[in-house]
């Protein structure tokens, strides 16, 4: 089974920041990679698929990158809607394993 | 617009018996991989189970096989999710999603969830 390292798993920052968040999968999974944003009392949202590209109507301060092993979300100038916890997943193979979430809280 | 309503959860207490569906609405269901994702309360998600769009391919997380059943109805565009020997520690929201087309396996679109609570 593949295993998926999310961190970090809080983070704290300002309006018009910019952050990283990071994914690790315990073998290569190419670009299979998906990151989800998910608001309090909400279902999760997709946000990026195959590793870097953008959903239909997500803002463009959003941005995936990597394969292989190691993957990133940026976000830049945080806006008052991006205080969310974000999760990545590897669709790669079955398990289809989720990082554990990073909670973004405004500082 | 693509729609998921879940039904089904409820209060059941261990060792009962619970299913959950999933209406699909606004796409066609019968092209279309679909989950069960799961989250505890406080908890992050944990993926649970998948069928293939032809119920070809059956996928099971370790910590519900042999007690979950994942299976669809594809003239009804449901999804279900049969529950047996449920434990404490399936307590959680399950939600409903669709895998996006091949050769992508991300999750495009989820349900609104439904509230499955396992206690005595």
């Known amino acids: 089974d593949i295993q998926v390292t999310q961190f970090p798993s809080f983070l704290s920052a300002s309006i018009g920041d910019r952050v990283t968040i990071t994914c690790r999968a315990s073998q290569g999974i190419s670009s299979y990679l998906a990151w989800y944003q998910q608001k309090p009392g909400k279902a999760p949202k997709l946000l990026i698929y195959a590793a870097s590209i953008l959903e239909s109507g997500v803002p463009s301060r959003f941005s995936g990158s990597g394969s292989g092993t190691e993957f990133t979300l940026t976000i830049i100038n945080l806006q008052p809607e991006d205080f969310a916890t974000y999760y990545c997943q590897q669709v790669r193979s079955y398990p289809r394993s989720f990082g554990q979430g990073t909670k973004l809280a405004i500082k | 617009e693509v729609q998921l309503v879940e039904s089904g959860g409820g209060l059941v207490k261990p060792g009962g018996s619970l299913r959950l569906s999933c209406a699909a609405s606004?796409?066609?269901?019968?092209?279309?991989?679909m989950n069960w994702v799961r989250q505890a309360p406080g908890k992050g998600l944990e993926w649970v189970s998948s069928i293939r769009f032809d119920s070809s391919d059956i996928y099971d997380a370790d910590s519900v096989k042999g007690r979950f059943s994942i299976s669809r109805d594809n003239a009804k565009h449901s999804l279900y999710l049969q529950m047996n020997s449920l434990r404490a520690e399936d307590t959680a929201i399950y939600y409903c999603?669709?895998?996006?087309?091949?050769?992508?396996?991300?999750?495009?679109?989820w349900g609104q969830g439904t509230l499955v609570t396992v206690s005595s």
């Open positions: 606004g796409f066609a269901f019968n092209t279309y991989s």
């Open positions: 999603a669709r895998t996006a087309v091949w050769p992508y396996g991300h999750l495009d679109s």
